[in-house]
T-cell receptor, first 112, second 113 residues
């Protein structure tokens, strides 16, 4: 069966520091991968999605970037964090045969 | 463009009573529609989906949803609510040719004992 791993679960970082959040999927090949951000326990905003290695689409301009160095690995990064980057970050995957997405457990990022 | 509206921030229901969480959508072409549930500090769990076919879709934990094309709605329902159903519920839509789901703002369901 397919599983998705996302880490770390919580992270506290100072303003101006770099960020790297990692997400990996097991049990499937060539998944579509997504990064969402959830602010204040409410709606989800799509940040990035990827349909293949090295292919990244950005939905909103911001202080973050994403990379997909391997088929089942998706990384969210920042060179310098802002206070406004605080939030709950969720990684998800889907496959082309089924439209639903499956989510990781999320990373709670607090920028101080 | 695709969008989802969940008009209620919170729904309160007594345990054992039926519940409905409302969702309306806007999308080009035929929609794929979804419901997810989120417990505190956790990721989203998939409940059910509508792709095509029967307008009444059954999902996990006794939940079901009714697709209404004329009203562009996809309301989540359960005949008898449990206290453990208390959580944040998200409706989502994916339009033809779109790569990602668009989510509503979420509805907090509170089931009182």
């Amino acid at each position: 069966s397919q599983t998705i791993h996302q880490w770390p679960a919580t992270l506290v970082q100072p303003v101006g520091s770099p960020l790297s959040l990692e997400c990996t999927v097991e049990g499937t090949s060539n998944p579509n991968l997504y990064w969402y951000r959830q602010a204040a326990g409410r709606g989800l905003q799509l940040l990035f999605y990827s349909v293949g290695i090295g292919q990244i689409s950005s939905e909103v301009p911001q202080n973050l970037s994403a990379s997909r160095p391997q088929d089942r690995q998706f990384i969210l990064s920042s060179k310098k964090l802002l206070l406004s980057d605080s939030g709950f970050y969720l990684c998800a995957w889907s496959i082309n045969l089924n439209p639903e997405a499956f989510f990781g457990q999320g990373t709670r990022l607090t920028v101080v | 463009a695709q969008s989802v509206a969940q008009p209620e921030d919170q729904v309160n229901v007594a345990e054992g009573n039926p519940l409905t969480v409302k969702c309306t959508y806007s999308v080009s072409g035929n929609p794929y529609l979804f419901w997810y549930v989120q417990y505190p500090n956790r990721g989203l769990q998939f409940l059910l989906k509508y792709i095509t076919g029967d307008n009444l879709v059954k999902g996990s934990y006794g939940f079901e949803a009714e697709f209404n094309k004329s009203q562009t709605s996809f309301h989540l329902k359960k005949p008898s609510a449990l206290v453990s159903d208390s959580a944040l519920y998200f409706c989502a839509v994916k339009g033809t040719g779109r790569r990602a789901l668009t989510f509503g703002s979420g509805t907090r369901l509170q089931v009182q004992p």
